[in-house]
């Protein structure tokens, strides 16, 4: 069982950063490391993705202004978000998977306003 705590998450204005962090209590070094977010009214969306391998994936909508990252030493994964817009507003989900294994954290909310 690993469990997945995320922070980071604030207010901040369009065009600002902020860098999410979610700590892990196990290793996570065998893991795909993701991030989610979910708007109100909406599903559960895909941000970005980084394998054991370092192979990232990432949703359009975010594609060259986020980067998930990942530290197995310290079994925690980032997403550092620049150019933040308001449509990015959503609670920001830390996701662990390995095989049968799929671990999530409590969320982060994230909001972009001026």
């Known amino acids: 069982q690993v469990q997945l705590v995320e922070s980071g998450g604030g207010l901040v204005q369009p065009g600002g950063s902020l860098r999410l962090s979610c700590a892990a209590s196990?290793?996570?070094?065998?893991?795909?490391m993701g991030w989610y977010r979910q708007a109100p009214g909406k599903q559960r969306e895909l941000v970005a993705t980084?394998?054991?391998?370092?192979?990232?994936n990432y949703a359009d909508s975010v594609k060259g202004r986020f980067t998930i990252s990942r530290n197995n030493t310290k079994n925690t994964v980032y997403l550092q978000m620049n150019s933040l817009k308001p449509e990015d507003t959503a609670v920001y989900y830390c996701?662990?998977?390995?095989?049968?294994?799929?671990?999530w954290g409590q969320g982060t909310q994230v909001t972009v306003s001026s």
């Open positions: 196990g290793s996570i070094r065998l893991y795909t």
């Open positions: 980084r394998t054991m391998f370092g192979s990232t």
């Open positions: 996701n662990a998977v390995m095989r049968q294994n799929d671990y």
